[in-house]
Nanobody, 115 residues
């Protein structure tokens, strides 16, 4: 069993930056994939960024060049650095982990970017 605890979020101004973190706990060795998703009310949850245990990354086109994802394998923690935030980034952000063929989600945290 993996528990994901997120930190960060809240209200920010357009053009601002924030770093989110998500710490995984439980009897785990090495998490295969960690990622961040986001969801706007009434829309499907979308993948924002993903990082594998080999540090291979993927970014949605909407955040390329603005967001960075990194992970600390010793701490089982994933970070999402969000720069040049835009109102379109407003959403509930969820941390995700894929471990031993199971999917795990964080509790979700609202990020609101005001213009």
């Amino acid at each position: 069993q993996v528990q994901l605890v997120e930190s960060g979020g809240g209200l920010m101004q357009a053009g601002g930056s924030q770093r989110r973190s998500c710490a995984a706990s439980g009897n785990i060795f090495s998490i295969d994939v960690m990622a961040w998703y986001r969801q706007v009310s009434g829309k499907a949850r979308e993948l924002v960024a993903r990082i594998t245990s080999a540090d291979s990354t993927y970014f949605a086109d909407s955040v390329k060049g603005r967001f960075t994802i990194t992970r600390d394998n010793d701490k089982n923690t994933v970070y999402l650095q969000m720069n040049s935030l835009q109102p379109e980034d407003t959403a509930v952000y969820y941390c995700y982990a894929y471990y031993r063929a199971n999917h795990y989600w964080g509790q979700g945290t609202q990020v609101t970017v005001s213009s």
